[in-house]
């Protein structure tokens, strides 16, 4: 019974794939915003190249949708992007699950500042707790509470199911394809400005 079970979910999930595939393929056929915006310059500035614009606007378009999908995900437990960005960062940091103020910042790619205030809005949820060095009792560590870790472990399984359905239209060849093109965009923006490396408010949520 449990077998047949099983085929029915898989060739279920099956279809719903092959319908967000056939969907997404012909969405692709249709003028979006961002082509708009394009036909837009080309009329009225030939001169320019406004290619570009169709990867930085997407890329705006795709961060905005996602954290949207996202946002509702943490809300359920809780939480806020913030909030699950650190407990992200500690618990993939493996035990006991702690890091300084610092290291979460480095780690993240955000000021101390940014990480002190996030802090203080989780211990008072339980979610971490403040722990003092042993070897040094001026270096304080945020630790994972139990309850914490509870948390991130359902949350992250969420999160993951969620961003295989948001690219359920991508084959698993074309997302390896996206993600190598993606770190290329990146090591790009960087050689063309360094300072891009350390921007305030970017935030890994993974």
Known sequence: MLPLLGS???????????????????QNT?????????EDWHRERPDLDPRTIGVFGRLQSLVARQR???????????????????LANLR?????????????????????GGIT????RMEEQNLIERVRSKEDRRVV?????????????????????????MLAGLTSKEIDQLAVLLKKTEASIVAYDPKASSADELTLNV
Not at 68 to 82: D, K
Not at 95 to 110: D, F, I, Q, V, W
């Open 8 to 26: 029915s979910v898989l060739r279920c999930l099956d279809r719903m794939k092959e319908r967000v595939r056939m969907t997404t393929e012909s």
């Open 30 to 38: 249709e003028t979006d915003a961002v082509d708009a915006i394009i």
């Open 68 to 86: 949207a999908v996202q946002n509702v995900n943490y809300e359920e437990y809780g939480l806020t992007l913030a909030s699950f960005d650190v």
């Open 92 to 112: 993939r940091s493996g035990p006991p699950h702690r890091k300084t103020a610092g290291e979460l910042a480095s780690s993240s790619m955000l000021t101390t």
């Open 117 to 120: 205030f996030r802090l203080d």
């Open 141 to 165: 560590y945020a630790q994972m509470t139990d309850h914490g870790k509870e948390l991130i472990d359902e949350v992250i399984s969420k999160h993951l199911e969620t961003q295989r359905n």
